[in-house]
């Protein structure tokens, strides 16, 4: 099982520090010494049923549903929840300490230090927020655009990421463009062409390029050095990745990517509690745009990153069981992470392709696909059928009408292939 580090056994040294008397000390022992290891001693095998049976038992998922819609919202581990429920009770016996003495401040350090690992970037480059469309708030605002000057998406964008730039741009006069992404063809696409569509769609006047590490319709992993090294070569300014769907479920590695801003939500793929996000920027962007959040007490946290996250009273004992989460999926092991998502995509890439009633939406290229699959019916509307798919199979996938008109399937490491194929097997049955 991989090494981790243990966020939650913090409390007793910073409390120590801190000089908090011995009720206090007793009681955060006491919390220390209930709390359940991240996962199952024998860690997690992805190529093991039993193993997959386990992890799913880890969870408070309703059993009688196949939930097949993490790329909307993750659930927590029961340890994690466990860890997050103490941490709060904690809180509460010295309220005043724990939120002003700086206690949780200095545990939530270690949670960083974890998040860093996991992103491959330096602590300081990072904010822990309360989620992706915040740290695009963060630039939109910060960032100096001027009239004429041009924020660039392609279609594939969520909505998270564009909101605050569609906004500003009315008020301020900068331009803000869509450019569409080919839907129908992702199935044969390659890294290049991909590279070449975002290139393609640059202009003179781009200063800020904006792109999903994945999106969350067809599931695309997008080449985010490559298109980042070829739009710089163009003159672009600025390029910042949408990480919503990316981290927790693919590596990410930020000290290589060439980009300046990476804004994620934890509550998806890093099962943390619900309303925490992380958001990098590298250094050269920390010093072109300021700090959102303004509160009483000036500023404690210097001039890292650690500004954007500085808004005065904050849910502390949620930050710090994010260190749990991120403890829980580093215990799993990028390697055995990677060996089931990539059983699950076969899996589902096999039924759907072999089936002539139905029909798959989502890249191919190992490079370029991802968890996340676009399934279509064939001569069905996708909206229509979710309803049927929850009330009488207990199936939760969301879907997406127009010219996409898929399903999504976006299952877990802990989903399990019967009920996979069980659900499949449905909307086989009604295709045409
Ligand atoms: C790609 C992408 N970006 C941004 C968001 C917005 O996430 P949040 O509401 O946590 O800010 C989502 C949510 O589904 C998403 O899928």
Same mark, same amino acid.
């Given at each position: 099982?991989? @090494?981790?580090?243990?966020?939650?056994? &913090?409390?007793?040294?910073?409390?120590?520090?801190?000089?908090?008397?011995?009720?206090?000390?007793?009681?955060?022992?006491?919390?220390? /010494?209930?709390?359940? *290891? =991240?996962?199952? *001693?024998?860690?997690?095998?992805? /190529?093991?049923?039993?193993?997959?049976?386990?992890?799913?038992?880890?969870?408070?998922?309703?059993?009688?549903?196949?939930?097949?819609?993490?790329?909307?919202?993750?659930?927590?581990?029961?340890?994690?929840?466990?860890?997050?429920?103490?941490?709060?009770?904690?809180?509460?016996?010295?309220?005043?300490?724990?939120?002003?003495?700086?206690?949780?401040?200095?545990?939530?350090?270690?949670?960083?230090?974890?998040?860093?690992?996991?992103?491959?970037?330096?602590?300081?480059?990072?904010?822990?927020?309360?989620?992706?469309?915040?740290?695009? +708030?963060?630039?939109?605002?910060?960032?100096?655009?001027?009239?004429?000057?041009?924020?660039?998406?392609? +279609?594939?964008?969520?909505?998270?990421? %564009?909101?605050? !730039?569609?906004?500003?741009?009315?008020?301020?006069?900068?331009?803000?463009?869509?450019?569409?992404?080919?839907?129908?063809?992702? *199935?044969?696409?390659?890294?290049?062409?991909?590279?070449?569509?975002?290139?393609?769609?640059?202009? =003179?006047?781009?200063?800020?390029?904006?792109? *999903?590490?994945?999106?969350?319709?067809?599931?695309?992993?997008?080449?985010?050095? #490559?298109?980042?090294?070829?739009?710089? %070569?163009?003159?672009?300014?600025?390029?910042?990745?949408?990480?919503?769907?990316?981290?927790?479920?693919?590596?990410?590695?930020?000290?290589?990517?060439?980009?300046?801003?990476?804004?994620? +939500?934890?509550?998806? !793929?890093? $099962? +943390?509690?619900?309303?925490?996000?992380?958001?990098?920027?590298?250094?050269?962007? $920390?010093? %072109?745009?300021?700090?959102?959040?303004?509160?009483?007490?000036?500023?404690?946290?210097?001039?890292?990153?650690?500004?954007?996250?500085?808004? &005065?009273?904050?849910? !502390?004992?949620?930050?710090?069981?994010?260190?749990? /989460?991120?403890?829980? $999926?580093?215990?799993?092991?990028?390697?055995? @992470?990677?060996?089931?998502?990539?059983?699950?995509?076969?899996?589902?890439?096999?039924?759907?392709? #072999?089936?002539?009633?139905?029909?798959?939406?989502?890249?191919?290229? =190992?490079?370029?696909?991802?968890?996340?699959?676009?399934?279509?019916? $064939?001569?069905?509307? /996708?909206?229509?059928?979710?309803?049927?798919?929850?009330?009488?199979?207990?199936?939760?996938?969301?879907?997406?009408?127009?010219?996409?008109?898929?399903?999504?399937?976006?299952?877990?490491?802990?989903? #399990?292939?019967?009920?996979?194929?069980?659900?499949?097997?449905?909307?086989? &049955?009604?295709?045409?």
């Amino acid at each position: 099982m991989t @090494k981790i580090s243990h966020s939650r056994r &913090s409390f007793l040294r910073v409390l120590g520090a801190a000089g908090a008397g011995a009720p206090i000390l007793a009681r955060a022992e006491r919390l220390e /010494a209930a709390l359940p *290891p =991240p996962l199952d *001693p024998d860690g997690f095998d992805a /190529a093991n049923p039993v193993s997959v049976r386990r992890l799913r038992d880890s969870y408070f998922l309703s059993p009688d549903l196949v939930y097949l819609n993490h790329a909307s919202i993750g659930t927590v581990p029961r340890p994690v929840h466990e860890a997050h429920a103490g941490y709060l009770e904690l809180c509460e016996t010295h309220p005043s300490l724990y939120v002003w003495g700086g206690v949780w401040r200095e545990v939530t350090e270690d949670t960083r230090v974890a998040a860093a690992r996991l992103l491959n970037c330096r602590p300081d480059d990072l904010a822990i927020t309360h989620n992706t469309t915040e740290g695009f +708030s963060i630039l939109a605002q910060g960032l100096e655009l001027d009239p004429g000057d041009e924020v660039l998406f392609s +279609s594939l964008n969520h909505a998270g990421a %564009a909101v605050a !730039w569609d906004e500003l741009g009315r008020r301020r006069g900068f331009t803000v463009r869509r450019f569409d992404f080919p839907l129908e063809r992702a *199935p044969e696409l390659s890294v290049d062409e991909v590279v070449a569509l975002h290139l393609d769609a640059v202009r =003179p006047e781009t200063r800020v390029l904006v792109i *999903p590490h994945v999106d969350n319709m067809i599931g695309m992993t997008h080449p985010i050095r #490559e298109i980042a090294e070829a739009a710089r %070569a163009r003159g672009v300014e600025f390029v910042f990745v949408d990480g919503a769907q990316s981290a927790g479920m693919i590596s990410v590695d930020l000290a290589a990517a060439r980009v300046d801003a990476y804004a994620m +939500s934890g509550h998806k !793929w890093l $099962q +943390s509690p619900k309303g925490l996000g992380l958001f990098w920027a590298s250094e050269r962007l $920390q010093a %072109a745009v300021p700090r959102m959040w303004f509160k009483t007490g000036g500023d404690r946290v210097g001039m890292t990153a650690r500004k954007y996250e500085d808004y &005065s009273t904050r849910a !502390w004992p949620a930050v710090v069981a994010f260190g749990d /989460a991120l403890d829980f $999926q580093a215990s799993i092991g990028v390697e055995e @992470k990677e060996r089931r998502y990539r059983a699950l995509w076969t899996r589902v890439y096999g039924r759907t392709t #072999e089936d002539s009633r139905l029909h798959w939406g989502s890249p191919v290229d =190992p490079a370029l696909r991802s968890v996340i699959m676009a399934v279509g019916v $064939q001569g069905r509307a /996708a909206p229509e059928l979710g309803p049927m798919l929850l009330e009488r199979h207990g199936a939760v996938l969301r879907a997406f009408g127009g010219r996409l008109n898929t399903l999504r399937v976006s299952p877990n490491l802990m989903t #399990e292939d019967e009920s996979l194929d069980r659900i499949l097997d449905v909307l086989a &049955s009604q295709g045409a």
